[in-house]
């Protein structure tokens, strides 16, 4: 399921999100408010642990856009 790859590629640390860019393969990442809009939309990510600015975001779900040389991913995500 592309969410659990998703997964893998995702790890926190209290309300830091970071996506892991170690493989070099990731293009962007997006993140969208639950509402749809986009919040967040990152490329040219250099390689290894990647944060994705999640601190500066107000409490609530939200959805990233994962875009790599395999496709696309997409995993939800909540910040506290």
Partial sequence: APASVAANLLSSQGNAWFVNNS???I???QIFTSLG???RNMNELSR???SLQTEKLIRG???IL???T???KIQPISVK
Avoid: F
């Fill in 48 to 50: 290894g642990n990647v």
């Fill in 61 to 63: 779900n939200y959805i």
């Fill in 37 to 39: 809009q986009e919040v």
């Fill in 27 to 29: 293009r962007s990442v």
């Fill in 23 to 25: 493989a070099g393969n």
């Fill in 70 to 72: 395999s496709g696309l």
């Fill in 66 to 68: 994962i875009h790599s």
